[in-house]
């Protein structure tokens, strides 16, 4: 792959590197500058990738190790012990939220576990790419998604019975 093709490779995934910058950073310059260190770096020290190199997990894997560092979070910042069989976020709890209220469920998530679960969930990409940009083994990614997906829909469950409301009682007119 010559630089030229490496360079069209890297732009073709920085919607997908700015969206997971975005949820990480918090703030939009902050964001901004975390996909351009992240480019920086891959355009000055990956210039000759084979063909069949997979650019977008090299990249992933580049940013989440750059707002680790910059950020100070451990390898494996969480504990993996407390895995269990656990279902993903319902769909529909998704489509009865806000986006705002999504985003705070969100943001109650550690960084790891939220970065996992916007890779595998919102931006499809598949497990073992996952896996692979946290360093994580088969055992440890299941158990990270898991962990994610519970917390999140038990933020939500609790966002989402706190702003109810209240059915009018029977027979009274609610005009």
Not at 73 to 93: E, N, Y
Request: aromatic residues 6%; glycine residues 6%; negative net charge.
């Amino acid at each position: 792959m010559t630089q030229t093709e490496f360079t069209a490779a890297v732009a073709s995934h920085l919607d997908a590197l700015h969206n997971l910058a975005s949820w990480l950073a918090r703030d939009a310059a902050d964001a901004r500058a975390l996909v351009q260190t992240t480019c920086r770096q891959a355009l000055r020290t990956i210039p000759q990738q084979p063909l069949g190199t997979n650019v977008r997990l090299g990249l992933f894997t580049l940013l989440w190790g750059i707002y680790r560092q910059h950020h100070g979070l451990s390898p494996d910042s969480f504990d993996h012990s407390t895995g269990g069989r656990v279902m993903p976020v319902r769909r529909t709890l998704f489509h009865t939220l806000s986006s705002a209220d999504l985003d705070a469920g969100l943001r109650q998530l550690p960084e790891t576990l939220r970065a996992a679960l916007i890779l595998a969930d919102m931006e499809g990409y598949p497990f073992e790419e996952v896996a692979e940009v946290f360093g994580w083994s088969t055992p440890q990614t299941h158990t990270a998604l898991a962990q994610a997906r519970q917390l999140l829909e038990g933020f939500l469950h609790a966002r989402l019975a706190a702003t109810a409301v209240s059915p009018a009682p029977e027979g009274k007119d609610s005009l």
